[in-house]
């Protein structure tokens, strides 16, 4: 009779040879299920192949063990195929290779079996000098039913812990899946928010045009009247320096009240030009104001509505100034006239009604107020 021992001692030698020659577990766990069955007549199982392989998973031996039979099957299934034989000669002869299969491998196992028990035999007087160490080897074989014991329940913890991390590495693909949908929702949105901003821009550009149009035509216009306001202030001053010219020859009594007159026209000619000055400030202020339009759109509709609000200001500043000199004037001209006047009733004093006369008219010409000059 065979040693069990050493079957399997045979056994594990042949596997470590296979696992030399075989890298791919899956193929390396069918052949050593061949290696088992057809060699040493040892039904395979997964636990048994997976002890003499160690290699992968426990579902890779029941894999190999399921592919390893299904193969057996079909290889031992004989099929006669000819095309002039009928179906039943087919069968028949298909049924006789089957059985001289069958018969075939049953001698096959006989002589295997005639070969161990005379393997048996010859190993019979070395069981003798064995069983001293039998044991030694009952004691090395329990510590290696433990450690078998202790790597098949590693075995099962790593295939746990391996189907927690399938199922982490599933639930980790589905947060990805969602996130990436998500990003794709955020990414729609931030293009639609980008469309509205864009036209948003456009609309402020084009109100950003539209009002610096509309500031540099309120300029255009405002720099007209300031010219025109100019022309009017010089040939007012003209007027003034001829009437001045005029008093200064007809009557030298008029001398410290011309002076007089003279300041306070520098005074307005003073305040002309400070006017002038604020004037042109404000429209250095009124053109900053529209250059920074294009980054305060909000604010440039305030301050181009204070600059009008300004120019209207000097406008009606300029008016009234112009209402007092032109008032200035009419008194100047009225004492020239009320002086010469006196000149000629001290020259002719037996004429009493014209100089009376005259001088009701001057009096009425100055309390007569002088018309506005209409506003452009």
Same mark, same amino acid.
Request: charged share 30%.
């Given at each position: ?124 007087a070395a069981e003798a000098a064995a069983r001293d ?32 991390? %399938? *199922? &982490?590495?599933? +639930? !980790?693909?589905?947060?990805?899946? /969602?996130?990436?949908? $998500?990003?794709?929702? #955020? ?67 008029e001398r410290q009240r011309n002076n007089r007159l ?52 000097? %406008? *009606? &500043?300029?008016? +009234? !100034?112009?209402?007092?000199?032109? /008032?200035?004037?009419? $008194?100047?001209?009225? #004492? ?16 009493p009604g014209p100089v009376a006369g005259a001088a ?17």
């Amino acid at each position: 009779m065979t040693n069990p021992a050493d079957l399997e001692n045979q056994l594990a030698a042949d596997v470590e040879d296979l696992k030399k020659q075989f890298s791919n577990t899956q193929v390396l766990y069918k052949e050593v299920c061949a290696l088992m069955f057809l060699r040493y007549g040892i039904t395979p199982t997964v636990n048994r192949l997976y002890q003499l392989v160690r290699r992968g998973s426990m579902s890779v031996p029941s894999d190999a063990l399921r592919q390893f039979w299904q193969e057996l099957r079909e290889k031992s299934r004989v099929r006669i195929e000819h095309p002039d034989l009928p179906d039943a000669l087919k069968t028949a002869a298909a049924e006789s290779m089957a059985a001289m299969w069958t018969l075939a491998q049953q001698a096959a196992v006989d002589g295997l079996t005639a070969a161990r028990n005379e393997a048996a035999e010859q190993v019979r007087a070395a069981e003798a000098a064995a069983r001293d160490q039998a044991a030694a080897f009952e004691a090395a074989e329990a510590r290696l039913s433990a450690l078998l014991d202790t790597e098949r329940r590693r075995a099962d913890d790593l295939a746990a812990r391996l189907g927690d991390r %399938e *199922a &982490a590495y599933a +639930r !980790l693909a589905e947060q990805r899946t /969602s996130d990436h949908a $998500a990003h794709v929702r #955020q990414l729609a949105a931030a293009r639609q928010a980008e469309a509205i901003a864009a036209s948003e821009r456009d609309v402020a550009r084009k109100e950003l045009l539209a009002a610096q149009g509309e500031g540099e035509k309120n300029l255009a216009t405002f720099n007209a009247q300031l010219d025109r306001f100019r022309e009017d202030s010089a040939a007012s001053e003209a007027r003034h320096l001829a009437i001045e010219r005029r008093a200064l020859l007809d009557l030298d009594q008029e001398r410290q009240r011309n002076n007089r007159l003279g300041k306070q026209v520098e005074q307005v000619q003073q305040r002309l030009t400070e006017t002038m000055s604020e004037q042109a400030r404000a429209t250095a202020t009124l053109q900053n104001q529209i250059g920074s339009l294009q980054g305060r759109l909000g604010e440039a509709e305030g301050r181009l509505a204070a600059a009008r609000e300004d120019s209207s200001r000097w %406008e *009606a &500043a300029c008016e +009234r !100034l112009q209402g007092e000199l032109a /008032s200035q004037q009419d $008194a100047s001209r009225a #004492q020239a006239e009320t002086n010469r006047r006196d000149a000629r009733l001290q020259e002719h004093p037996s004429e009493p009604g014209p100089v009376a006369g005259a001088a009701d008219d001057a009096a009425a010409g100055q309390r007569r107020p002088r018309p506005r000059k209409p506003r452009r």
